[in-house]
């Protein structure tokens, strides 16, 4: 069965950085899209990121745009996100999700929690 499952998250000073990695199984990775979403408290899911299945072709939303890299090792099944110069509002739950076509999502991982404080 698929399974998605990100780490990295945490508790980083405004300024900081992050490294989120997602490892993926049960599907032939190299073969799909893959995407970041966040949702933030009290808010609603905010497409943050994608590259394609080769690791060629990128989207990032406007308000991570040359702060935030998407990556991915399809050698490792993972995917990552580089995140710098990190902001109190990119606190986040950041989820992992394997996109369809139609812009929607059909596997998520469980999620992992961002917090941007001083």
């Known amino acids: 069965q698929v399974q998605l499952v990100e780490s990295g998250g945490g508790l980083v000073q405004p300024g900081g950085s992050l490294r989120l990695s997602c490892a993926a199984s049960?599907?032939?990775?190299?073969?799909?899209?893959m995407s970041w979403v966040r949702q933030a408290p009290g808010k609603g899911l905010e497409r943050v990121s994608d590259?394609?299945?080769?690791?060629?072709?990128?989207y990032y939303a406007d308000s991570v745009k040359g702060r935030f890299t998407i990556s991915r090792d399809n050698a490792k099944n993972t995917l990552y996100l580089q995140m710098n110069s990190l902001k109190p509002e990119d606190t986040a739950v950041y989820y992992c999700?394997?996109?369809?076509?139609?812009?929607?999502?059909?596997?998520w991982g469980p999620g992992t929690q961002v917090t941007v404080s001083s």
């Open positions: 999700a394997k996109p369809l076509l139609n812009g929607e999502y059909d596997y």
């Open positions: 049960g599907f032939t990775f190299s073969d799909y899209a």
């Open positions: 590259i394609n299945s080769g690791g060629i072709s990128t």
